[in-house]
């Protein structure tokens, strides 16, 4: 609670105390009554500041309000600035001089405009509030974890820290495109016109015509505009206007492996993105749009509709699906130590109070029965049973003698030596290890880590409800440690990164069991298809090219039943494209020395490269058509293929 200053302006005037004490017989006694004083003073600004603090505490109370476009909102939406309103009131009490206020900020949020920090007095008849504004730029989930508090006199004498947590999860829906979004805060209008009247007119296969074109390869000879071509003298096709609804069924990868990455920048966020900006494009030409979520586990189905409820509850399944974060449980228990202490520091300061939360100096020595090596005390308990014995007495005096050879008196020492250190040898040698393998837990690093081991546990076992038993055992099992930090920090959104490859160089997030789980679903989705349907599968695939096969059977059938299919693959930011094939293969930099991460970075870039050829080459010859993420806009794209799905004319 003494900050610096505190300190040393104690240390002074006690000193001062104690050389005016010692010369008052000989000078005036001014001194010592004046550093008394002080110290009187400062005793008693310390017991005040310790009851301000202490009544203010309970005594706040905080609002927070999230607005976006001047209104308050249970969740937000993607790609709108945000408005992060804090209320903060006291109650009745004393009043506090100096206040540092500071919000913390939700993990990967960055402040557009504003302060999350204030400086001020804190009274009861005067609130204070702090104001700013976020940007979140992709769906999931936006945590707040509370108010941090800083009180301090007016002198810098003392110091309290602490944190009012608030924790509060906000969904962030995926952004809004065209229509919807630019009049939904404005205007209410009906986004489902009565069936045959489009808001937007469109190419389809109904019986009004719409317009005339350039005929292009492909086309059906039955929308050649015969009249027109012989007046052109070519070719000239006929697009009429669309009245049949088309289903388009989404296909979302929610594995491990799309939830990796901070957050926000996930490649099951970008996907999540893409899939809402179909389904809304689509919902406004009146087309239904279903989706299917899975995973390694199963999938969940949301059957195609095209109300203005099925929309918004497939946006909301798209950020509660984006905001999901990796399962790893498998980490380093140092790493997830350090992580979590560090959060733990930061939200429960007060669970970590050296004086609630602190481990007992007796437990820090390290039993050795505890240990594998406990099997050594084995050994000097034989020894010492042995020369118990008369023949193992008697073995001990003849090796003596063998080894001193006494020939008169003044080797008596020489042999009394010899003697106790064969029997008592292995005693004490076993004794000198047996403390020094105590007293390392003592050591000032290992100590740290062991405090910090401890108050984590006894952190965990509160907010779980565990017994005391559960704190030894994050002690001393890494395993059950390791699960609770993961959920700890999965919680609070701070994980650390995970490890990406085992020691035999084998990716650990490639998830195999999802395919047959995606095929399945492919297939049921085909089985009560009506007229010809898109499904666009959006997943990472390009680490499961041996274990593809189920889904290009899945595929094989959904062409033979005259859908389309559209595969939609997430590719790494950090990663360059695919080369071009006509151009030259990239080889690297021609130089005398050439950097060892040079090397693995293009032979693991090369490795990616291929890999993606060789699932692109498999997916298209199955029918299917591949697009990466960050190539053109695969939202257009996929309008395109709806348009041209809408514009066939094929029923079964």
């Known amino acids: 609670m003494l900050t610096s200053r505190g300190y040393w ?50 005594r706040i109370s905080i609002e927070r309000h999230i607005l ?20 903060i009131r006291l109650k009745r009490g004393f009043t506090l001089p100096f206040v540092s ?63 009012f947590r608030l924790p509060t999860e906000y969904l962030v829906l995926p952004p809004l495109t065209d229509d919807d979004g630019t ?7 009906n986004t489902l016109p009565p069936p045959g009247v489009h808001r937007i007119r469109r190419a389809g296969s109904g019986t009004e015509l719409l317009h005339l074109r350039d005929y292009l390869a492909g086309d059906p000879p039955k929308t050649i505009a015969w009249k027109a071509s012989a007046r052109k003298d070519k070719l000239i096709t006929k697009e009429l206007e669309s009245d049949v609804p088309v289903r388009c069924v989404l296909f979302l990868d929610a594995s491990n492996s799309t939830r990796l990455g901070t957050v926000g920048n996930t490649p099951l966020a970008k996907l999540a993105g893409i899939g809402a900006g179909v389904l809304q494009a ?32 497939l ?73 118990w014995k008369a023949e193992g007495f008697n073995t001990v005096v003849q090796t003596t003698l063998d080894i001193t050879r006494p020939r008169s008196m003044n080797d008596l020492p020489a042999f009394l030596i010899v003697f106790l250190f064969l029997m008592l040898a292995p005693t004490v040698l076993t004794g000198i290890y047996w403390f020094l393998f105590g007293i390392r837990g003592f050591l000032p690093t290992r100590r740290q880590l062991l405090s910090e081991r401890k108050q984590l546990g006894a952190l965990f076992a509160s907010r779980d409800g565990d017994t005391p038993a559960s704190i030894e055992r994050c002690i001393s099992d890494d395993e059950f440690f390791v699960a609770k930090a993961s959920r700890f920090l999965v919680e609070h959104h701070h994980q650390p990164p995970p490890k990406l490859f085992e020691p035999n160089g084998d990716y650990r997030f490639r998830c195999p069991e999802k395919i047959p789980i995606l095929a399945t679903s492919l297939l049921r989705t085909i089985g009560m298809a009506r007229d010809n349907e898109l499904y666009i599968i959006l997943a990472d695939l390009v680490e499961l090219n041996d274990d593809i096969e189920p889904l290009l059977k899945s595929i094989r059938v959904a062409r033979g039943k005259h859908h389309q299919v559209l595969v939609l693959l997430p590719w790494p930011e950090d990663l360059p494209p ?31 490269h291929r890999k993606f050829e060789a699932l692109r080459l498999k997916l298209v010859r199955a029918g299917a058509h591949v697009v990466r ?8 794209l996929i309008l395109a293929r709806l348009d041209r799905i809408r514009g066939a004319g094929i029923r079964r």
């Open 282 to 313: 689509a919902a406004s030409d009146r087309d239904l749009v279903g989706l299917t979520v899975f995973d390694e586990t199963g999938a969940k189905v949301q059957k195609p509709a095209r109300t203005r409820r099925h929309t918004m509850q």
């Open 578 to 608: 695919p080369r071009d094939p006509r151009a030259p293969v990239n080889e690297l930099p021609k130089k005398n020395r050439t950097a060892l991460g040079s090397v693995i970075q293009f032979t693991l870039i090369g490795e990616y």
């Open 183 to 189: 009049q939904r805060a404005n205007k209410r209008f």
């Open 315 to 387: 946006l909301r399944i798209f950020a509660e699906t984006a905001g999901r974060p990796a399962e790893t449980t498998d980490g380093d228990a140092a790493t997830l130590q350090r992580y979590a202490y560090s959060l733990a520091q930061d939200i429960y300061p007060d669970m970590l109070d050296k004086r609630l939360n602190s481990r007992p100096f007796g437990l820090f020595w390290i039993p050795l029965l505890d240990s594998r090596l406990k099997w050594l005390l084995i050994l000097p308990l034989l020894w010492q049973l042995f020369t």
């Open 68 to 87: 976006q476009n001047d209104r308050e909102l249970p969740t937000l939406w993607a790609g709108m600035d945000c408005t992060v309103r804090i209320t």
């Open 101 to 163: 206020l500071a919000d913390k900020l939700p993990v990967g949020q960055h402040i557009q405009a504003g302060h999350r920090r204030n400086i001020t007095r804190l009274s009861a008849s005067e609130p204070v509030v702090l104001e700013y504004t976020i940007h979140p730029k992709a769906p999931g989930v936006v945590r707040f974890e509370g108010i941090e508090f800083r009180m301090a006199d007016l002198c810098g004498f003392f110091y309290r820290r602490s944190f």
């Open 9 to 58: 302006f104690l240390f002074c005037i006690a000193e001062v105390a104690l050389v005016g004490v010692l010369l008052a017989a000989r000078y005036a006694p001014t001194v010592p009554i004046l550093a008394f004083t002080l110290v009187l003073w400062f005793i008693g600004e310390w017991i005040w500041f310790w009851i301000r603090t202490n009544a203010a505490h309970s």
């Open 629 to 636: 993420v960050n190539q053109g806009e695969p939202v257009r």
